[in-house]
T-cell receptor, first 115, second 113 residues
């Protein structure tokens, strides 16, 4: 199993450009998440999905959109990139369990710079 | 507002020393996880604790969940250079059915030879 994969690994955008980050998982997990990680801020949840065709906002959703058309894929879109979106983006997935243990499995990250 | 507060934020020690990292909250969690993240990689799960007072050991790492399930600690005995990394605690709140985790800001540990 590859686990959770993310493409691309690195990207540089100019302000106002758009892009899509792709996350794929082969563990048949129901739940998927997008986080951003900035120095000293930990991981902040952008959007998440509890199943194919469903998405919900996390704590920092502004400027991002997501889609979950297939169970194994979760896409994060930036419609008009801003320098404040320079960050490292992580995708994660988890399998729902009784008692919500919540263990998540992370991809290797995408480092995005917006100039 | 950060639901989970981690301390210290940075820790720099010599190989062979012991250390403890703390994760505190005013909220009750149904479970708490500890992750380790190395540069250029995603976080990797180390352990999950679910019962108040629970203690789990992973070689030289000891994890404890507070009796009230509001806090946790990670103790490393005789640290090695390979322990260097960012340690993150993350909690799932009681009643959550969405698998959502709340992360602390992390403790950056550097172990010098």
């Amino acid at each position: 199993n590859a686990g959770v994969t993310q493409t691309p690994k690195f990207r540089v955008l100019k302000t106002g450009q758009s892009m899509t980050l792709l996350c794929a998982q082969d563990m048949n997990h129901e739940y998927m998440y997008w986080y951003r990680q900035d120095p000293g801020m930990g991981l902040r949840l952008i959007h998440y999905s509890v199943g194919e065709g469903t998405t919900a906002k996390g704590e920092v959703p502004d400027g991002y959109n997501v889609s979950r058309l297939k169970k194994q894929n979760f896409l994060l879109g930036l419609e008009s990139a801003a320098p404040s979106q320079t960050s490292v983006y992580f995708c994660a997935s988890s399998y729902p369990r009784v008692g919500a243990r919540g263990e998540q499995y992370f991809g290797p990250g995408t480092r995005l710079t917006v100039t | 507002t950060q639901l989970l507060e981690q301390s210290p934020q940075f820790l720099s020690i010599q190989e062979g020393e012991n250390l403890t990292v703390y994760c505190n909250s005013s909220s009750v969690f149904s479970s708490l996880q500890w992750y380790r993240q190395e540069p250029g990689e995603g976080p990797v799960l180390l352990v999950t604790v679910v019962t108040g007072g629970e203690v789990k050991k992973l070689k030289r790492l000891t994890f404890q969940f507070g009796d009230a399930r509001k806090d946790s600690s990670l103790h490393i005995t005789a640290a090695q250079t390979g322990d260097t990394g960012l340690y993150l605690c993350a909690g799932a709140t009681r009643g959550s059915t969405l698998g959502r985790l709340y992360f602390g800001r992390g403790t950056q540990l550097t172990v010098w030879p």
